[in-house]
């Protein structure tokens, strides 16, 4: 009942900047923490940063302090908003939302497509 599209991704050269956005849509359904995962080939997909849905944030050590998530609840939307790129930033970034279907109460993890970040040196 909901879909995560995700927009913002692209090549940038290190030390530029991108904003990845992800919007959620459906019908009957109320978002609780979504969060940016990422994924480098050959790796498991890991935390990038995932936001509660009063806004409070957590970050992985790789990113603390570079990048800033944050949502707008009104239009069902989280943003990562990625500063000073490294090239060991570049994966694929997914988003997640956890989701109560006001339908039935029950509680589910939903993920976007992914989009690619690419940074060069």
């Known amino acids: 009942q909901v879909q995560l599209v995700e927009s913002g991704g692209g090549l940038v050269q290190a030390g530029g900047s991108l904003r990845l956005s992800c919007a959620a849509s459906?019908?009957?359904?109320?978002?609780?923490?979504m969060g940016w995962y990422l994924q480098v080939p050959g790796n498991q997909r890991e935390l990038g940063a995932i936001?509660?849905?009063?806004?409070?944030?957590n970050y992985s050590d790789s990113v603390k302090g570079r990048f800033t998530i944050s949502r707008d609840n009104a239009k069902n939307t989280v943003y990562l908003q990625m500063n000073s790129l490294k090239p060991e930033d570049t994966a694929v970034y997914y988003c997640?939302?956890?989701?109560?279907?006001?339908?039935?109460?029950?509680?589910?993890?939903?993920w976007g497509q992914g989009t690619q970040v690419t940074v060069s040196s």
């Open positions: 997640n939302a956890h989701v109560r279907s006001t339908a039935s109460g029950s509680f589910s993890f939903y």
């Open positions: 459906g019908s009957m359904f109320i978002i609780n923490v």
């Open positions: 936001i509660s849905s009063r806004g409070i944030p």
